[in-house]
Structures are given as structure tokens and as C-alpha cells.
């Protein structure tokens, strides 16, 4: 077997040994919070084992780039059952651009709150979105791909690839 092989074959061994590797937290005799891949000493009674969180937006099958700017930028559509056209017109958008995206539905006097004090505003203008930190209130082409643009998402969708759904954002 050639080295090159060997290698490789190494490589992608690494990968699923190390994602196997139970994580251990403990508090010890002095106080501190100690984490692990170790068991802790048999002294300590009281071991967790932390699970670690996955990402809400399932973005299997899209390019590497939409994947890693749908995991630091998350796509979130805020609309109501009012806004028909409009917010039909905000999705067509989204997914020709392929951007992968949750939606919050604005129904109730404590969602309306909750939409008017993340967009500091008095109004509540929809659809909105709001890109990782960015936000923007209603449909502005321009505005909308600005924002997409420098998240990393790509200007056209990839033929054949369409955008996962996500889970609606709360």
C-alpha cells in the first residue's frame, strides 16, 4: 500500500474516532468545574455528561459555502397570515436565492411585541428578515441581497439543490 493511501485511510479514521469520545464534567473537592474525554476519579459522585447542540437548520446537500454561512448567519422570514403576496414574494426570493431559512409568524400581541422590540421599532413592516445580526424591515430586493451577499450566500440557487426547510424560528 502506498504511503498516499495510507495517509488518507488515516485521515478519514480521525474524523470517527473522534467524534466518539464521551465528555465528562465534574466538580471537584476544590470547587472548580472540571471537563474531560477522561472519567473522573472514582471519589466523585456527581459526573455529567454533556451533549452538544446541533444546529436548528438542517443544511445537508447544500454547497459548503450556504452551509457555513447558513450556520453563522441563520435566515429568519417574519410573517403573519395577513401578508399573502407580499410575503409569498419574500420566500420565491429566498429560495431562488437559495438561502436556507426559518420562518416566525407574527399572530399574537406577545409575538408583535417581540418582533418590534428586536427590530427597535414602533411598526411592524411585513415581510421582514433578519440575516445573523442584520435586520430589515420589509421586502427590499436590494437591501435583502446586500445582506445575503455579505453573509457568503450565493446569488442563484444550485440547479437541483434545493433548500432544506428549517424548523420555524421562535
Same mark, same amino acid.
Given at each position: 500500500m502506498s504511503l498516499v493511501r495510507i495517509c488518507l485511510l488515516a485521515m478519514l479514521a480521525l474524523p470517527l474516532s473522534a467524534g466518539a469520545q464521551p465528555l465528562y464534567k465534574w466538580v471537584g473537592k476544590d470547587g472548580k468545574v472540571h471537563y474531560s474525554d477522561q472519567p473522573p476519579p472514582k471519589e466523585i459522585k456527581k459526573v455529567e455528561q454533556p451533549r452538544l447542540k446541533t444546529s436548528s437548520i438542517d443544511t445537508s446537500g447544500l454547497p459548503y459555502e450556504t452551509q457555513q454561512? &447558513?450556520?453563522?448567519?441563520?435566515?429568519?422570514?417574519f410573517v403573519s397570515d395577513d401578508c399573502k403576496r407580499e410575503c409569498d414574494n419574500a420566500r420565491a426570493f429566498l429560495r431562488k436565492r437559495g438561502a436556507p431559512f426559518s420562518e416566525s409568524v407574527i399572530g399574537t400581541p406577545e409575538q408583535a411585541e417581540a418582533y418590534k422590540k428586536r427590530f427597535g421599532s414602533d411598526n411592524i413592516l411585513l415581510p421582514s428578515i433578519t440575516v445573523g445580526s442584520q435586520k430589515q424591515q420589509g421586502f427590499e430586493e436590494g437591501a435583502w441581497n446586500g445582506m445575503l451577499?455579505?453573509? /457568503?450566500?450565493?446569488?442563484?440557487?444550485?440547479? /437541483?439543490?434545493?433548500? &432544506?426547510p428549517a424548523p420555524a424560528a421562535q
Open positions: 454561512a &447558513a450556520q453563522n448567519f441563520p435566515v429568519i422570514l451577499d455579505n453573509a /457568503g450566500y450565493a446569488r442563484t440557487a444550485i440547479p /437541483g439543490a434545493a433548500p &432544506a
